[in-house]
Nanobody
């Protein structure tokens, strides 16, 4: 069964950094592009970053370009999101799933909460 387990979130001051991790299970990880998404209460889930199946290609939503870096480890079936220069507006519940153009599996993990606050 497809499963995602996100971790690494927390409370951080503006300008701080966090590294999110996601463990993926139940599918051939190296066959899929992977993405990070985020959601705040009352809003639609937003795509944030994607990496191709081999990790050679990446792309980001404009609001995080130059601050966030997505990476993956196809041996460990893990995907990461390194976040620097965090802003108040980055506060959200962050999820990982497959996808390059917004496609995703129906199964979602519990997410990991990132709160940027002074």
């Amino acid at each position: 069964q497809v499963q995602f387990v996100e971790s690494g979130g927390g409370l951080v001051q503006p300008g701080g950094s966090l590294r999110l991790s996601c463990a993926a299970f139940g599918f051939t990880f190296s066959d899929y592009a992977m993405s990070w998404y985020r959601q705040t209460p009352g809003k639609k889930r937003e795509w944030v970053a994607a990496a191709t199946n081999d990790g050679a290609g990446t792309k980001y939503v404009d609001s995080v370009k130059g601050r966030f870096t997505i990476s993956r480890d196809n041996v460990k079936n893990m995907v990461y999101l390194q976040m620097h220069s965090l802003k108040f507006e980055d506060t959200a519940l962050y999820y990982c799933n497959v996808g390059w153009n917004g496609e995703s599996f129906d199964n979602w993990g519990q997410g990991t909460q990132v709160t940027v606050s002074s």
